[in-house]
């Protein structure tokens, strides 16, 4: 039986693009190699496109931030033709077809929806959520507001735009303060991996983390801060959706970029999986993830993050459409412990990946 091959495709013209690199890394050296072939596709920060059957081939992994090597050679495109064909700018020749692409570009042109757009055109199978699933769950705005209306709690928030006037700005940030009170959570509106996040303390530093947020994106929200434990749950399937046991992250102050991907000795955060908790909440914390999962339109995978407040009220914070899979992440980690290994649960996630495109080829594309 001829091995299906899977294009993974990381990097990005994104804010998180070593984060990608170290996902790719994993995903790479994990997928079972006696069903799949595997390639990588990774894309620099100006949106050129390379390709190698090798990782090593374009990454350095030295140091603590990994990146693409300089002297890349290997220009390419993709074309449709039955399956997706990785076309040589160089060569100017075909390299060969891709049947399946696992998208691992986390945040701006990966996470979005824009490469989703772009992988359905080619009509490729893509592993994880579609292109409205990955725009809701990009934007934490509309997340919020379609978890609101479907009065699932979130934490309060107001959100300033670049282009408000002076005083529309000044005036947002005083009602945050007078309403929510420090410390707040400062943030861009589309953007995950924590990039461009500030817990502030005092007005002083306000300012300095707004224009540190508007560095990634037009739209940044100040949220009301919950006091509570982070808890988080991985959330896998298309039509019948299943949770893992939840896990949680003991952190000195919040769950930093660092904590999450370049700190494997989790000396600034502690990630606990499964986490510490009563059976009851376990079950209510896995029925509200899929529940978030199925209001957000979302397919194949989410990690869905939590607040657990004293009281034992739940609060969502954040769903991410395509969670990190790096050796300390919490998504693949949380189906470990569930009793899914990694490699059967890319094998899972290839999977869901072809029973969305079967169902998406069923339909009628002509009136006529």
Known sequence: MKKKVIGIICGGKSGEHEVSLRSAFYVYNNIDKKKYRRVIIAIDKKGKWYFSRSFEDLVDTRGQLWKLKSSLEEIVLLKSKNCSQVFS???KRNLLGIDIFFPLIHGTYGEDGCLQGFLELLDVPYVGA??????????????????????????????IEKKDKLAEKKNKINQAIKKFHFPLFIKPVCLGSSVGVSKVFSRK??????????????????????????????????FNPKASLPGEIKSRSFYSYKAKYLDPEEKEAKLLAPAPLPKKLIKKIQELSVRVFQTLKLQGMARIDFFLKPSGKLVVNEANTIPGFTQISMYPKLWQVSGLSYSRLLDKLIQLALENYSQKKKLKRSYY
């Open 89 to 91: 700018l160089q060569k």
């Open 130 to 159: 579609d292109v409205m699933g990955s725009a809701i769950g990009m934007n934490k705005e509309i997340t919020k507001r379609l978890l609101m209306a479907e009065k699932i709690p979130v934490a309060e928030f107001i959100v």
């Open 205 to 238: 530093k306000v300012n300095k983390a707004i224009q540190e947020a508007f560095q990634y994106d037009t739209k940044i929200m100040i949220e009301k801060f919950i006091e509570g434990r982070e808890v988080e749950c991985s959330v896998l399937g298309n």
